[in-house]
Nanobody, 115 residues
Framework: QVQLVESGGGLVQPGGSLRLSCAAS????????MGWYRQAPGKGRELVAA???????NYADPVKGRFTVSRDNAKNTVYLQMNSLKPADTAVYYC?????????WGQGTSVTVSS
């Protein structure tokens, strides 16, 4: 069955960096847009970055210039490089195969930005 496993989160100071990974098994997503989402406590899940099968990227305004999404189709993995982190980036981060049903979400990886 399809599984998505997010990893790489942790506790970092403001201005620090983290690199998140999302590895898929049970499916191949090379032809799909992949999205990174996050959910802060008490808030809904929001799209923060996406990358198409051809490598085009889009970012939510709050993360533009700070986050970079990339993919390695040979490894069936997508990445999110997060730089210049702010406390507002604190959330659980998830990845998803866009326009694929039924939707599959992993456990997510927690990112906390605090002094």
């Amino acid at each position: 069955q399809v599984q998505l496993v997010e990893s790489g989160g942790g506790l970092v100071q403001p201005g620090g960096s983290l690199r998140l990974s999302c590895a898929a098994s049970g499916t191949i997503f090379s032809s799909n847009t992949m999205g990174w989402y996050r959910q802060a406590p008490g808030k809904g899940r929001e799209l923060v970055a996406a990358i198409t099968s051809g490598g085009r990227t889009n970012y939510a305004d709050p993360v533009k210039g700070r986050f970079t999404v990339s993919r390695d189709n040979a490894k069936n993995t997508v990445y999110l490089q997060m730089n210049s982190l702010k406390p507002a980036d604190t959330a659980v981060y998830y990845c998803k195969i866009d326009n694929r049903y039924p939707e599959v979400w992993g456990q997510g990886t927690s990112v906390t930005v605090s002094s």
